[in-house]
T-cell receptor, first 113, second 113 residues
Framework: DAGVTQSPTHLIKTRGQQVTLRCSPK?????VSWYQQALGQGPQFIFQ???????QRGNFPDRFSGHQFPNYSSELNVNALLLGDSALYLC????????????FGPGTRLLVL | DQQVKQNSPSLSVQEGRISILNCDYT??????FLWYKKYPAEGPTFLIS?????DKNEDGRFTVFLNKSAKHLSLHIVPSQPGDSAVYFC????????????FGAGTILRVKS
């Protein structure tokens, strides 16, 4: 039973560029949430997707956008990258529109130069 | 505004003894609480959870206690093992285990053999 997978594992971009991160949920899960974890801090909620729609959003600017596909996989897009966007981006999946426990992937480490 | 606080950045415990990790929260709307463990270069791994209708939940060596009046929860690990050495995150949600989680900054646990 495959867990949550994310790609790529590492990424280096320069300021102003755009990036797309990908997530495949745990088998059978239908809900995907994205978190940003800066160094020395806990993960911060970006948004959650269920039934291909954004259901909840944290305190992140519109530069952060996402998508969920019919197979429940998801993408996180960040436009106009800033140095402060350097972080570990975590994807978590769960069941039933978020009523059940979230399970996390290994994350994508993004470095913005 | 930190709604979930883990005031101890680190904790060192001898193998076989009890580890107690603490977490405080300020938002009285939180009613689901979880603990995750994180090793370097991996995503957070779910450990144990508790809802606000309970004051204790046990799973093997792990027990979580919730004191709603004090807005405090704790994770007890007995007995502690060297493999428990990791960063432990407390998380809270106001609308289900699978919805927006608010995390603390984490506590680094070192179990010495």
């Amino acid at each position: 039973d495959a867990g949550v997978t994310q790609s790529p594992t590492h990424l280096i971009k320069t300021r102003g560029q755009q990036v797309t991160l990908r997530c495949s949920p745990k088998s059978g899960h239908d809900t995907v949430s994205w978190y940003q974890q800066a160094l020395g801090q806990g993960p911060q909620f970006i948004f959650q997707y269920y039934e291909e729609e954004e259901r909840q959003r944290g305190n992140f600017p519109d530069r952060f956008s996402g998508h969920q596909f019919p197979n429940y996989s998801s993408e996180l897009n960040v436009n106009a990258l800033l140095l402060g966007d350097s972080a570990l981006y975590l994807c978590a999946s769960s069941l039933k529109g978020g009523k059940e426990t979230q399970y996390f992937g290994p994350g994508t480490r993004l470095l913005v130069l | 505004d930190q709604q979930v606080k883990q005031n101890s950045p680190s904790l060192s415990v001898q193998e076989g003894r009890i580890s107690i990790l603490n977490c405080d929260y300020t938002n009285s709307m939180f009613d689901y609480f979880l603990w995750y463990k994180k090793y370097p270069a991996e995503g957070p791994t779910f450990l144990i959870s508790i809802s606000s209708i309970k004051d204790k939940n046990e799973d093997g060596r792990f027990t979580v206690f919730l004191n709603k009046s004090a807005k405090h929860l704790s994770l007890h690990i007995v007995p502690s093992q060297p493999g428990d050495s990791a960063v432990y995150f407390c998380a809270a949600s106001g609308s289900g285990y699978g919805n927006k989680l608010v995390f603390g900054a984490g506590t680094i646990l070192r179990v010495k053999s």
